[in-house]
């Protein structure tokens, strides 16, 4: 049975990968459609990028956080194919059409204190996060036909000619680092910058620094094919972790400072040895940004020595909408220049093949794989 919607024929189940157990894995189901009501928006999902948090929450790594049953993803930009009953607008003052092209944030509730009195929505304590469950008929995940934007998220429209993949990937990576940088000490123009980290996050904050006009930005990661994805870029220098040990990059790091060491280190690679690595890159008094970390593990400190050293860390988690703006903003400004579709130039998965898809950004095999839900097997 399907419903009228905008003159088009709607569905009223989506399928969606749907994660139950740890066990059985992440799985297809046909969820019913609940039709939107007062301002929340239902879209049919366009492009969703996988991230590693989604082969954490897959394998249980963050049992403690994800709440299952739960539809997975939490990156997607979606087109708009039904509305509430109240007129909705996007955060520009946009009002919001059928076909309109959208991202959202996670659902701030903006009540909270984290939200209303520490003025940082992402410790919001209400939030239900897309594709962190649970799932209990609203479709909050977006490895999935379609999803519901529910009230207390916020809504961009997409700019004309940004590929739906790309935007998809500015939901997460990109926008993480917009949210990063604002929360670090401003770049300044005679800052050297290293980036830990080849994949997503590690590339868009190479590019961040790059334009935010450090005066060198140098990237190590891995392997030499997503180093060469920057060959066009204006990088210092582009070191690979696979051909190098962590004393040669430090070296390398020293030679290129005359000696004093990185003004900032953005850590987006993980491992718990890329924190203690990144630290011995730093200059005295120079400050860290850790986005990658998310391994669960405890990593050992010499805390006199971040006294003596006056040495700042920072840390930084998802975004608001404001980073998802500047996240849009950024893309429409060099994605073309910097080439920032090779990031997400990946096969296209089907809902069917999302196994596939996690293994690939398990095992590095594609950068940023991209599903399109509505394409068949």
């Known amino acids: 049975m399907e419903r009228p919607t905008g003159g088009n024929q709607m569905k009223d189940y989506s399928r969606a990968v749907v994660l139950e157990s740890y066990e059985t894995g992440p799985e297809i189901q046909e969820c019913p459609i609940i039709p939107p009501t007062g301002r929340t928006i239902l879209v049919e999902v366009e492009a969703a990028t996988v991230c590693g948090t989604d082969v954490h929450i897959s394998e249980g790594t963050f049992n403690q956080l994800a709440r299952l049953p739960l539809i997975m993803g939490h990156e ?4 708009v194919v039904e509305l509430g009953s109240k007129e ?66 916020r809504v961009l429209k997409v700019p004309n000619g940004i590929d739906p993949a790309l ?5 997460c990576a990109l926008r993480t680092v ?20 080849a994949g997503p996050v590690g590339l868009y904050a190479a590019a961040a620094s790059m334009k935010a006009g450090a005066y060198q930005t140098i990237l190590i990661g891995a392997p030499a094919s997503r180093l060469e994805i920057t060959s066009n870029w204006d990088l210092s220098s582009r070191i690979d972790i696979d051909s190098t040990d962590p004393g040669d990059r430090v070296d390398q790091v020293l030679q290129l400072t005359n000696g004093k060491g ?3 280190v953005i850590e987006c ?28 593990e405890k990593v050992p400190v ?21 980073h998802y703006y500047d996240a849009l903003k ?33 095992n590095g095999s594609e950068m940023k794989p991209v599903i399109t839900p509505k394409e068949k097997a």
């Open 330 to 362: 950024f893309l429409e400004s060099y994605a073309e220049t910097l080439q920032l579709d090779r990031i997400v130039a990946s096969p296209r998965y089907a809902l069917s093949n999302v196994r596939d898809a996690l293994d690939a950004m398990k």
């Open 76 to 79: 997607g930009t979606g087109k």
């Open 269 to 296: 690679a993980g491992p718990p040895a890329a924190f203690t690595e990144g630290l011995s890159m730093l200059r005295k008094g120079g400050q860290m940004m850790v986005i990658g970390q998310a391994h669960g």
């Open 178 to 197: 917009m949210h990063a940088f604002e929360r670090m000490n401003p770049i300044r123009f005679s800052d050297t910058v290293v980036v830990l980290g």
């Open 167 to 171: 935007a998809s990937s500015a939901t």
């Open 262 to 264: 990185a003004d900032a």
């Open 302 to 322: 010499d805390t006199t020595a971040l006294k003596v050293r006056q040495t700042t860390i920072h840390t930084s988690l998802s975004a608001d909408i404001s």
């Open 88 to 153: 909705i607008y996007d955060s520009q003052g946009a009002r919001i059409s059928e076909g309109d092209h959208l991202v959202w944030s996670h659902n701030w509730c903006g009540r909270c204190y984290g939200c209303a009195i520490a003025k940082q929505p992402t410790l919001c304590e209400n939030t239900m996060g897309y594709g962190w469950g649970p799932f209990e008929g609203v479709l909050n995940g977006t490895f999935s036909e379609y999803a519901h934007i529910v009230e207390d998220s």
